[in-house]
């Protein structure tokens, strides 16, 4: 084997184990094409990192390690000169832009997009399609304890939420709105009414309160506050407004 390569007859059966490898080796820039690899640390406690790919530095136009599928296009790539990386850790958490953990509410979340501008910390959905439509946002609630089993939801049942989560100087926990999605009714097959609820925190509160909602009939419902009219208070109580159009 030549100091910067692994050649075919250092593997048997797709695994390269403590059997077939002398001690590590550094500075490689080939590997050859090797089909169904895979490497076995064998039996005992891991003291170091399994494998480790490292770039060389900023420039090039080439990524750390990529996967490809046998079409050529690329499924998963690591970039040499930025943390433009997904970092998946042992819970099967996923990192994009960081290494650890910044959960909103307290809570190591399972998706997690940080970055130091507009475009680091962005998500984008995109649909291509000779339709009138656009791409979806899902949020999907069951009652069953199994996941991808199915019982029918309840009335009151909460079925989404948006969650604005500003920093108080120390974490992420308090939030400042929510828009909440919920059944507002009996649930059948194919048939779930819904209501939307608007909540707004108010100075010195710690949670959420509702302001205003939309039930499943169309009615909107203003709850609390003054309605303002260029900053002008011209109603000052609770009140139910249905809008109708025809």
């Known amino acids: 084997m030549s100091a910067n390569s692994i050649d075919s007859d250092q593997y048997v059966d797709g695994s390269i184990d403590a059997a077939h490898l002398a001690p590590a080796q550094t ?123 199915h019982t029918i939801v309840q009335d009151g049942d909460v079925v989404g939420t948006l969650g604005f989560y500003p920093s108080d100087g120390s974490d992420f926990v308090g939030h400042c709105a929510e828009i909440q999605v919920q059944v507002d009714g009996t649930p059948g097959t194919d048939d779930i009414p819904g209501r939307i609820i608007f909540k707004t925190t108010a100075d010195g509160a710690v949670s959420a309160t509702e302001r205003m909602r939309i039930d499943s009939s169309g009615n909107l419902n203003v709850l609390t506050g003054t309605i303002k009219e260029n900053n002008i208070p011209t109603r000052s109580r609770s009140f139910v407004m249905a809008l109708v159009f025809g």
Not at 53 to 67: E, K, L, M, P, R
């Open 27 to 149: 500075n490689i820039t080939s590997v050859g094409t090797l089909t169904g690899l895979t490497v076995n640390k064998g039996s005992g406690t891991l003291s170091a990192d399994l494998v480790t790919v490292q770039g060389g530095g900023a420039s090039g136009n080439y990524n750390a390690f990529v996967v490809k599928a046998n079409n050529g296009d690329e499924l998963f790539k690591v970039n040499a000169s930025s943390y433009d990386a997904f970092l998946p850790n042992a819970s099967s958490n996923l990192y994009i832009g960081q290494a650890t953990s910044s959960g909103v509410r307290g809570i190591d979340n399972k998706v997690q997009v940080s970055g130091p501008d507009l475009a680091g910390s962005s998500i984008a959905l995109h649909r291509y399609q000779a339709n009138a439509y656009g791409p979806y946002l899902h949020f999907a609630k069951s009652r069953h304890a199994s996941i991808g089993s």
